[in-house]
């Protein structure tokens, strides 16, 4: 008898924990500074980043998902199609930015111009080769390869890059990236 397969895990984890990239990089972000969580979902890196002394605005257009944070020290959170309204941070800089588990093209040249001097953008996604593992699986939500760093690492100077198969917290095929506006940077010790 010939067992099913099991089914290909959920894109995003169950539980809180904060990526393991984001926690990587999230001590280059200046101390106290403000930071940017795009489409936070339930506010894993928002919770986390508030947590180390940031203070996060926290934007999804999932206001269920948004009201986790309520009363969240250090998190304010605000409801908006980013991918159907308007640019709701136009004048805004931040001296973090923090997507993970999301693309919307159109939306990198408004974070690249919403970035500070001395700011920190951390970004992973999935990327092309991830369909064999569930989804996402549609190539509008699929990077290229090297299409971050083609994308940010020619306005910003580049911390880390890293692009492919991974097995935690799930089986993935991802894209990861760590810039800085402006020069010189000291890494943290547990990079």
């Known amino acids: 008898m010939e067992l099913p397969s099991p089914q290909p895990p959920s894109p995003l984890p169950s539980n809180d924990e904060p990526s393991a990239w984001v926690r990587r990089f999230s001590a280059l972000i200046p101390a106290g500074g403000a930071v940017l969580d795009v489409a936070c979902g339930g506010g894993r890196h928002a919770r986390f980043l508030a947590s180390q002394g940031y203070l996060v605005e926290a934007v999804d257009r999932d206001a269920e998902a948004l009201a ?113 506006r402006g020069m010189g940077f000291t890494l943290p010790e547990s990079a």
Not at 98 to 103: E, Q, R, S
């Open 68 to 180: 986790r944070l309520e009363g969240i020290p250090g998190v304010t959170a605000r409801c908006a199609n980013l991918e159907g309204g308007p640019w709701p941070y136009y004048g805004y800089v931040f001296d973090g930015i923090v997507v993970a588990n999301y693309l919307h093209r159109p939306l990198i040249p408004h974070l690249a111009r919403a970035l500070g001097e001395g700011g920190v953008m951390i970004y992973e996604t999935f990327m092309v080769g991830n369909e064999k593992f569930g989804k996402p699986s549609n190539p509008a939500h699929l990077l290229r390869a090297g299409e971050l760093l083609e994308l940010l690492g020619k306005r910003f100077a580049v911390v880390a890059f890293e692009q492919g198969e991974v097995s935690r917290p799930w089986p993935a095929v991802v894209q990861r990236i760590c810039v800085r």
